[in-house]
């Protein structure tokens, strides 16, 4: 109380909890030395394990809390065996096991037939955050299963564990630059090795209408589609399943029939002699978005006849899901269980990372003032910890409030540096678990000694490759007559109020007249500047941007008299701006 501890007799004690992380969040409780971050960073750890992407080859941390087993059984993406046997089929997609009795002889029914389990695995299927769903059989043909054992892991899981991210060597130092800020350096090996690989599936989706002009038809007959964009087309105009796809490949072939108010006498006689294959259509065929490309894993077909709840005038609804492998990249989001969280700044050659005396280069370079401001020294413990549990391969489990001490790891670490030959000498300073770093360009040893060792990194939802986004020109508001926003609207770039004070600190008038006329609203303006262009012209005065004219009416429609005059005091007619 009032941050004070006081010592009472054993038999004043009336209420005890049953467990010192009894008081926590699961996923706060799989933060190993909870008890030496900061409230605010810990908040943090434990909500970005909810954000980690399920890689292909997951990994349980070695420096777990003990609570990974309980959140990988309780998330219902392990499969546990139903009753004691012997596992007699095991494949990707089923496992078949021959129960057994308490004895551990099999069981069969009264026709002599083996009493069996069979359960089915998920394959790559589709989670909401795009990530994927696939399920592993971790047990062989013959093995012996107890009731409640795991045996095949889910997403994010290993061996029946929790595993949201790696294992990797980490450094805590600068490296000329590319940390600042927090950012991240990491090496070539691990692209290399797949670790931060993951699989991401998306759904892209069209719904073939009943319109005011007739049915809207799936084909693969689109007019003036070459044959090349045509290629991965079934003859219902469906891509195939497996075809691997790029922005902007046709994935439904869709024709929609167009308006057919002022028909010329020539189509009167094509429709004629040819029928309705004479009709005028628009394509409207679904695409893949800019910047996606990925193999095409599944498609689905959904029938008004089978589904009733398709929208009104809603024929068919077909549904594209499309997989693609995305490893580390510059611009990725990793972050610790400790809320140590930063952006992948450089992909090094393993040849220039820093390298231990045994040679061994590290994975990862954090920036060491991400420690002190923040007070998350739970990171340091652990990558202390990780490294005897490494040199050691043994797994440890250090629970919340009540884990292993400072000393204890030093002292352990420091034996066993000391047998592998990799401790420093015997001062206070030397045992202090850092090591002599040698600089991978050059050969030549770092001047101070670095903290080194294994730490469990994770990566996040936030990628780079989903959020870079350019436009050139594209759709623009009804209203505004403003470019819409948003990578989803393939939309322009917001300049707003501040962004408008900082180009008048730097008197750039052209540059802020351009983006608050042309390349916002002015829409004569813009048409003008194109022509201008094109013919080599100088670039005209800004007209009237839409938005003063947006002002305008909606101060009219408030029963307000607004009139715009002249500089000669001549009333102008703001429709014909």
């Not at 308490?102 to 909401?128: A, C, H, Q, W």
């Not at 084909?219 to 691997?244: H, Y």
């Not at 820093?354 to 923040?374: A, K, M, N, Q």
């Not at 004569?524 to 262009?533: M, P, S, T």
Request: net charge negative.
């Amino acid at each position: 109380f009032m941050e004070t501890i006081k010592y009472v007799p054993r038999d004043e004690v009336d209420l005890m909890d049953v467990s010192p992380k009894q008081i926590v969040s699961v996923s706060t409780s799989l933060i190993p030395f909870l008890e030496h971050d900061d409230a605010n960073r810990a908040l943090m750890g434990s909500n970005m394990q909810r954000q980690a992407v399920p890689l292909i080859k997951p990994e349980a941390p070695i420096v777990g809390t003990g609570m990974e087993a309980v959140a990988a059984r309780d998330s219902g993406y392990v499969i546990l065996a139903k009753n004691d046997g012997i596992v007699k089929y095991v494949d990707a997609r089923k496992i078949v096991i021959h129960r057994t009795d308490d004895k551990g002889n099999p069981m069969f029914d009264e026709n002599g037939e083996p009493i069996t389990d069979e359960y089915r695995l998920l394959k790559f299927v589709r989670s909401n955050q795009d990530t994927c769903i696939n399920q592993r059989p971790i047990v062989n043909l013959g093995d012996k299963v107890k009731k409640g054992e795991p045996i095949a892991d889910g997403p994010a899981t290993d061996m029946g564990e929790l595993a949201l991210g790696k294992n990797v060597l980490v450094a805590f130092m600068p490296w000329e630059g590319y940390n600042f800020e927090d950012a991240i350096l990491i090496g070539q090996q691990l692209l290399e090795e797949d670790a931060y690989t993951s699989i991401h599936i998306e759904v892209y989706e069209t719904q073939v209408r009943e319109t005011r002009l007739g049915p809207e038809e799936v084909t693969a007959e689109i007019p003036n589609v070459s044959k090349e964009a045509l290629r991965n087309l079934d003859e219902d105009g469906i891509v195939r399943i497996g075809a691997f796809v790029s922005s902007r490949d046709i994935l439904v072939g869709k024709v929609t029939p167009k308006g057919e108010e002022d028909i010329t006498p020539e189509d009167k006689i094509i429709r004629s002699v040819f029928g309705d294959k004479g009709r005028d259509v628009q394509d409207t065929s679904l695409r893949l978005p800019h910047g996606v490309q990925g193999r095409v894993i599944d498609v689905k077909i959904f029938d008004r006849s089978e589904v009733a709840e398709l929208g009104a005038g809603v024929d068919k609804l077909i549904k594209v899901y499309v997989a693609s492998r995305k490893p580390l990249d510059v611009g990725d989001k990793l972050a610790g269980r400790h809320g140590n969280k930063g952006v992948v700044s450089k992909i090094l050659p393993k040849e220039d990372m820093p390298f231990l005396p045994d040679g061994t280069p590290v994975d990862v370079i954090f920036s060491p003032l991400g420690v002190p401001s923040r007070m998350n020294l739970g990171q340091v413990l652990e990558t202390h910890l990780g490294w005897f549990a490494k040199l050691t391969s043994t797994y440890v489990a250090t629970p919340v409030f009540s884990g292993i001490k400072e000393d204890e790891i030093m002292d352990e670490l420091y034996k066993v540096r000391k047998e592998r030959g990799l401790d420093m000498g015997d001062s206070e300073e030397e045992k202090s678990g850092k090591v002599i770093l040698r600089d991978g360009r050059t050969g030549l040893p770092f001047d101070q000694p670095v903290v080194v060792g294994y730490m469990y990194v994770m990566k996040l939802i936030h990628i780079a490759q989903d959020k870079i986004h350019a436009r050139s020109t594209g759709p623009y508001s009804l209203i505004h007559h403003q470019p819409l926003g948003g990578k989803a609207q393939f939309g322009g770039q917001r300049f707003g109020e501040m962004e408008v004070w900082a180009l008048e600190a730097y008197g750039a008038a052209y540059t802020l007249s351009e983006m608050l006329s042309v390349k916002s609203d002015d829409v004569k303006g813009r048409n003008e500047v194109y022509k201008a262009i094109l013919k080599n012209r100088n670039i005209p005065e800004p007209g009237i941007p839409e938005s003063f004219r947006v002002l305008v009416k909606e101060l009219q429609g408030l029963a307000l008299d607004i009139r715009i005059y002249d500089e000669d005091g001549n009333e102008i007619n703001i429709d014909n701006l």
